[in-house]
């Protein structure tokens, strides 16, 4: 598969877990931990091919960490392509409200801060939690996704890979800035209309809905590998 790297914005992939459902959490947005061992090391892959890795706080809140790379295939992959070891992990928050003694700030990981102006603020007293603070918001405190990416983009972020959750998907989806969806089917059923789902939000009227090219399925035990292109996001 040919990827065409946008000019303005990262190539960005959504990778995601979730239920035979459609549920990327239980009702209690408790931590995702169903995936199996094979789709720890397919999200491993992932991350590996990625530039940076974006995720919403809330994400960050439930796990505390993130995965790093440790393959030493990997980690000799990246290394033969002129990368750093590990890619750079940037938490999306608007508020900036992000717990300071979370184990992610002990992880040997590039970690970055996505946030508005008032966000940031904060931060300037934490300066060595972030190694970046990228701001980008609009006069209501909203982040703008047209700024925010470039930035991203300036700093040669070329491919990104978005972990979660629903309502960071749902916004990058309404600015057409998803490429590609790389899903796992597990084989449960969590159920609830609580529950979140890999896009949340308000969601699409059907004749608006994005559409999807299936560019490859793949079944491990009972787990379904199912890889997406966006059509026409670029």
């Not at 094979?38 to 991350?47: F, G, K």
């Not at 590609?180 to 789902?197: A, D, K, M, N, R």
Request: aromatic residues 8%.
């Amino acid at each position: 598969m040919d990827e065409i790297i946008p000019t303005t914005r990262p190539y960005t992939t959504v990778i995601l877990a979730m239920s035979a459902d459609g549920k990327i959490a239980d009702p209690m947005r408790s931590p995702a931990r169903f995936g199996s061992n094979a789709d720890i090391i397919h999200l491993e892959r992932q991350i590996a091919q990625a530039d940076a890795v974006l995720f919403g706080n809330g994400t960050l809140a439930a796990y505390g960490t993130v995965l790093r790379v440790s393959s030493t295939e990997l980690l000799g992959a990246r290394e033969k392509n002129g990368k750093p070891p590990q890619p750079a992990q940037i938490v999306c928050s608007a508020s900036g409200k992000i717990n300071p003694t979370l184990k992610f700030f002990q992880q040997p990981v590039p970690k970055w801060l996505l946030t508005t102006f008032l966000g940031g603020q904060p931060w300037k007293r934490f300066s060595d939690h972030f190694d970046e603070v990228i701001v980008a918001d609009d006069s209501n405190g909203v982040i703008t996704w047209s700024e925010a990416l470039q930035q991203l983009r300036d700093r040669g972020i070329q491919k990104l890979a978005v972990l979660g959750g629903g309502q960071l998907v749902a916004s990058l989806m309404a600015y057409h800035a998803i490429d590609e969806f790389q899903l796992t089917v597990c084989p449960l059923i969590l159920g609830g209309t609580t529950s979140p789902t890999p896009v949340d939000g308000e969601g699409f009227l059907s004749r608006f809905a994005p559409h999807l090219q299936l560019l490859s399925v793949q079944q491990v035990d009972d787990e379904v590998f199912l890889h997406y292109r966006v059509k026409s996001a670029l």
